[in-house]
C-alpha cells in the first residue's frame, strides 16, 4: 500500500502549492494515520484482517476544494497550500459524521438486508476490477521495471510457491511481494545510475527512474504527525457536501472489501451489527484523518484484502503487527465473483442482473474518469460546484456504480419468486450475530468489551 500512500499526495500537494517537504509530510501523516486506523478496525471495529489506508474515492473533491475562488487568489505558495489543507481537514471532520451516524445508529446494517449475494458478487468484484485504470496503464509507464515485477511475482507466488527453503515456511508463497520490491527496486537503480533514462521523455523519467520524487531528501530525520499540524481547520457547507459523496464511496467500497476479507479469511461474513460497527470505527478513522491532516480519507486497502488470497495468511494478529508496514499488491477481482456460487446462475434474470451490473460498474465510472482526464471536470455541469463533485464522486467508483444497480434490480425483479435463485436461504443466517456460532469467534470485541457493547 506505499504505492497509494506516495502517489495521492504526490499527485495532490503540488496543486496546492506545497513544497517536496510538505509532500513528505503528508506522506508521512497519512502512513501515520493508516497504522491507527488499521489497528483501531483490527481491535474494536469489523476485527477482520483488513488494513485500512488512503482512498482514491476523495481525489475529485479534493479538486474541487483546490480549485476554490477564494484559495487560488492566495499568491505565496505555501500559504495556499495551508489554507487549502485546513478547509480539506473541515470538509473531512464534519462530513465522517456520516459514516459516525450510519455505523452506531446501526442504519447502515439495516440497509444490508437488500445485499444478497447476487447483489454482492459484482460489487466485491469491481472493488478489485475498479483498480484496471491503476494496472497495466501505470505499468506501461515504464514497462522495462513494471513487467520484470508482474513476472517475478506470478513466477515466487503462482510457479514456485511450494518450493521451501525453510521446512515448515513457503518463504515464495508467504513473502513474495517482500521479495520483489527489493529486487526490482535495486534493478531500476542500476538503469537509473548507468543513465538508461537520461535522454529519455520526462513522464518516463518520472516514472521509471529512482531519484526524481525528492522524496528522501526532503524528509525530516524524526518526525511525529500530531492533530491539527496544519494550523486550525476552516469549515465550508459546499465542501463538506462534496467531500460527503467521498465518505459514502468508501462506505461501500469498504463493504465490499469486508465481504472479500471474510471469504479469503475463511470467516462467516460479518453479520449486520459487526458491519455497522466497523463502518463507524471507520468515521472516527476518516475523523482522524481530518484532525491529522492527511489529506485524503481512509478506506479498507483493496491491495491488501488481494493480499490475503496471495500468501494465504488470514491472521488479524498479522495485520496488528504490520499495521505500520504498509505493502503494495492488488490481486483479487474473483473473490466477488465466488459468491456466486451461492446463487442459480442458470436463472436468466441472475445472469441479466450480474452481466448489467458488471457492465454498467465498469463503463459508467470509465466515462466519468476519462471525461475528467481530457476537460479537468467531470460530465456534470450544473452552477452548483459541489453537486457536481458530489455526483461526479459516486458515478466515478465502479463499485457504488454497481451496488447501486445490483441492489436496485435485485430487490425489484421477481423478489419472492427468486429468494432461492438469489441465495438467501444461505446469506440470511448471517445477518444477525447469534445466527452462526462461528461469529463470537471471529468478530468478539477483545478484552471482555462486549459486556458494554452487546450484538444488537
Known amino acids: 500500500m506505499l504505492g ?3 502517489m495521492i499526495p504526490s499527485a495532490l500537494v503540488p496543486l496546492m502549492g506545497g513544497s517536496d517537504g510538505d509532500k513528505i509530510r503528508v506522506i508521512q501523516t497519512l502512513l501515520f494515520v493508516s497504522g491507527i486506523n488499521t489497528l483501531l478496525q483490527a481491535l474494536f471495529g469489523t476485527r477482520l484482517p483488513a488494513v485500512v489506508g488512503g482512498s482514491f474515492a476523495y481525489i475529485i473533491p479534493i479538486i474541487y476544494i483546490i480549485g476554490d475562488s477564494s484559495l487560488q487568489r ?4 505555501h500559504e495556499r497550500f495551508l489554507q487549502t489543507m485546513r478547509a480539506i481537514q473541515g470538509a473531512m471532520i464534519t462530513s465522517s459524521s456520516l459514516q459516525i451516524v450510519l455505523g452506531y445508529s446501526q442504519v447502515w446494517g439495516l440497509f444490508s438486508r437488500f445485499f444478497s449475494p447476487l447483489g454482492m458478487a459484482p460489487v466485491v468484484g469491481l472493488v478489485g476490477l475498479g483498480l484496471l485504470d491503476r494496472g497495466f496503464l501505470l505499468v506501461g509507464n515504464c514497462v522495462e521495471i513494471g513487467i520484470p515485477m508482474l513476472l517475478i511475482v506470478i513466477l515466487l507466488s503462482q510457479y514456485l ?3 521451501r527453503l525453510v521446512r515448515t515456511v513457503p518463504i515464495f508463497e508467504r513473502f513474495t511481494v517482500l521479495i520483489c520490491v527489493p529486487i526490482i527496486w535495486v534493478y531500476a ?3 537509473t545510475s548507468a543513465g ?10 518520472l516514472s521509471c527512474r529512482t531519484d526524481r520524487a ?5 524528509a525530516p530525520w524524526f518526525k511525529v504527525p500530531y492533530p491539527l499540524q496544519w494550523g486550525k481547520p476552516t469549515f465550508n457547507a459546499g465542501h463538506t457536501f462534496a467531500m460527503m459523496s467521498a465518505v459514502l464511496v468508501s462506505t461501500i467500497e469498504s463493504t465490499g472489501a469486508y465481504k472479500a476479507a471474510s471469504r479469503l479469511a475463511i470467516a462467516t461474513p460479518p453479520p449486520a451489527y459487526v458491519l455497522s460497527r466497523g463502518i463507524g470505527w471507520q468515521g472516527i478513522g476518516i475523523m482522524l484523518d481530518g484532525l491529522c491532516g492527511s489529506l485524503t480519507g481512509s478506506t479498507v486497502s483493496v491491495e491488501n484484502v488481494g493480499l490475503l488470497g496471495l500468501t494465504r495468511v488470514g491472521s488479524r494478529r498479522v495485520v496488528q503487527f504490520s499495521a505500520g508496514i504498509m505493502i503494495f499488491f492488488s490481486i483479487f477481482a474473483s473473490v466477488g465473483l465466488s459468491f456466486l456460487q451461492f446463487t442459480n446462475m442458470n436463472s436468466m434474470r441472475n445472469l441479466f ?3 448489467l451490473s458488471l457492465f454498467l460498474g465498469i463503463s459508467v465510472p470509465q466515462y466519468f474518469n476519462q471525461f475528467s482526464l481530457t476537460s479537468r471536470h467531470g460530465p456534470v455541469q450544473t452552477h452548483s460546484g459541489w453537486f457536481n463533485a458530489f455526483l461526479n464522486t459516486i458515478f466515478s467508483s465502479p463499485p457504488t456504480v454497481g451496488l447501486i444497480v445490483a441492489v436496485v434490480l435485485d430487490n425489484t425483479i421477481e423478489v419472492e419468486k427468486s429468494k432461492k435463485d438469489r441465495g438467501m436461504p444461505w446469506w440470511a443466517k448471517f445477518r444477525t450475530f447469534r445466527g452462526d456460532n462461528r461469529n463470537e469467534e471471529f468478530y468478539t470485541l477483545p478484552f471482555n468489551l462486549n459486556r458494554f457493547f452487546p450484538p444488537t
Not at 74 to 77: A, L, M, S, V, Y
Not at 214 to 218: E, F, H, P, T, V
Open 214 to 218: 525528492r522524496l528522501i531528501y526532503a
Open 4 to 6: 497509494t500512500t506516495v
Open 189 to 191: 537503480h542500476i538503469l
Open 353 to 355: 442482473i450480474t452481466g
Open 74 to 77: 492566495i499568491t505565496e505558495p
Open 196 to 205: 538508461a533514462y537520461r535522454n529519455t521523455h520526462v513522464i518516463t523519467q
Open 161 to 163: 510457491k511450494h518450493v
